[in-house]
């Protein structure tokens, strides 16, 4: 094991540097591995042990600019200024990145769904917050197609403008829960909320982030290890 914490340290889904030797690959992931509480999970009503009404979570979303970037195995809208922002239990936390996995990461009474879109966040302190929203993917006319016009593809840069909350359902009803990163080095503690909803994504859209992509990049769901879940209505 190398001693080294490294930004380009390799990494996927498959084979020897795959989900399950992650933490052998250098001390970095190994340190972030021992946080016991994993992501992601599987999710379900009938787990919850902790309904709660003060796991609200505020979205103070803009419409800002974002870039486009393909790295660490997914594509990923960046956005420069960091404007968008959550505030949970008083504290602000700022939408760093937006990226996707497929099939989803978290399921939902043991199923998958095609995509999971994750919405990261953190706080000036370096904390992250994490935002889930899980997809099927349609030909119907849908929230991203180019009739509803709320997501227009600049096709001509690699800059897009649109406002985060596009990603978000209207039902914000949602699971909570502390976890870890999906993506080494793994570390935790992360405040995960993922939106119980399944929403309907593009495939023109889906097939424009998705390609070139890996055929799957998403963590296995690990043991809750006696953690509490969260829904708020
Ligand atoms: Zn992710």
Not at 125 to 147: A, H, M, P, R
Not at 178 to 195: A, D, I, N, Q, R
Request: with cysteine; aromatic share 16%; net charge negative.
């Amino acid at each position: 094991m190398k001693n080294i914490r490294n930004m380009d340290v390799e990494w996927g889904y498959t084979g020897e540097r795959g989900p399950e030797n992650w933490h052998t690959l250098c001390d970095w992931f190994s340190t972030g591995a021992k946080y016991p509480y994993q992501s992601p999970i599987n999710l379900s009503k009938d787990l919850i042990n902790g309904v709660s009404e003060n796991r609200e979570i505020n979205f103070c979303y803009k419409t800002e600019e974002f870039t486009e970037k393909e790295f660490k195995n997914t594509f990923h809208f960046i956005p420069p200024n960091t404007e968008s922002y959550v505030v949970f239990e008083e504290e602000k936390y700022y939408l760093t990145d937006i990226h996707f996995h497929t099939p989803s990461e978290h399921t939902f009474d043991g199923e998958h769904c095609p995509v999971e879109f994750h919405l990261v966040h953190m706080n000036n302190s370096g904390d992250n917050l994490v935002v889930g929203c899980l997809f099927t993917i349609t030909k119907e006319e849908n929230k991203f197609s180019k009739k509803k016009a709320a997501f227009v593809w600049n096709t001509q840069t690699h800059q897009q403008w649109f406002d985060p909350s596009i990603f978000l359902p209207e039902q914000k009803s949602h699971f909570h829960y502390l976890g870890s990163l999906t993506t080494p080095p793994t570390k935790g503690p992360v405040h995960w909320f993922v939106f119980d909803t399944v929403q309907k994504l593009d495939s023109d859209f889906f097939q424009r982030i998705d390609e070139g992509m890996l055929p799957f990049n998403n963590r296995p769901v690990q043991p809750l290890n006696g953690r509490k879940i969260y829904f708020s209505e």
